[in-house]
């Protein structure tokens, strides 16, 4: 059940934090000059460091968000380059996505969670039915703990219950964007691909550890 206290906490913190802007942009350009890193990746030791990945994989999320003003994208990032899968074209198909195409339907933190979790259970096999209900497994897993832990999927309803209280659409207007500045939302939106990205994360840790 959504804890409304300990989201309020963490809106703050998110306000209140020292971005360390050059650092942040330093990772994204080499991340956009030489795409994603692939990793040999260690079942034993990502399951042993789960805690500390999850932490960083939703630091990550966070700041992303706060630098690229992309929840979608954002979340995707976060989770691909810590386990180092999909590619730059991602970020590309993820562009008009948060807010589900600015409409306030499909919160972007959820739609770029589910993206990752594609490209990591998916198979490019377009008849590997086994594969696709892999996904669609963990995409409800992920769906219901998104919703539980932020009170809704979608973009209206969360900005109006918990980030916010009223929905803004900063796309819609230069007013609606400065209002939005105003109001701190590149900081506050990015608590939503820091869960995201997490949820995802934790998703994929579990399924390594299913499969000894």
């Not at 059940?1 to 963490?10: G, S, Y």
């Not at 080499?30 to 692939?38: K, P």
């Not at 009170?151 to 400065?178: H, L, W």
């Amino acid at each position: 059940m959504m804890d409304v206290r300990v989201l309020q906490e963490k809106l703050q913190e998110l306000v209140d934090r020292k971005w360390d802007l050059p650092a942040i942009e330093a990772r994204c350009q080499a991340i956009a000059a030489q795409g994603i890193r692939r990793k040999e990746l260690n079942r034993n030791e990502i399951i042993a460091d789960r805690q500390r990945i999850l932490d960083r994989v939703q630091r990550r999320g966070e700041e992303y968000n706060f630098f690229a003003g992309n929840c979608a994208r954002s979340a995707a990032l976060a989770v691909m380059e810590e386990f180092g899968f999909g590619t730059m074209e991602v970020m590309k198909a993820l562009s008009p996505f948060p807010g589900f195409g600015g409409t306030g339907w499909m919160c972007g933190a959820v739609t770029g969670g589910l993206a990752a979790l594609g490209l990591y259970a998916g198979s490019e096999d377009l008849r590997d039915h086994e594969a696709m209900r892999a996904t669609i497994v963990a995409a409800k897993r992920f769906m219901a703990r998104f919703e539980e832990e932020a009170g809704g999927v979608t973009c209206r309803k969360i900005q109006e219950e918990v980030v916010f209280g009223r929905y803004m659409d900063p796309g819609a207007s230069p007013e609606n964007m400065k209002a939005f500045e105003q109001a701190k939302g590149f900081e506050k939106c990015s608590l939503l691909p820091g869960i995201g990205a997490r949820l995802a994360a934790e998703i994929i840790i579990e399924s390594m550890a299913r499969s000894e």
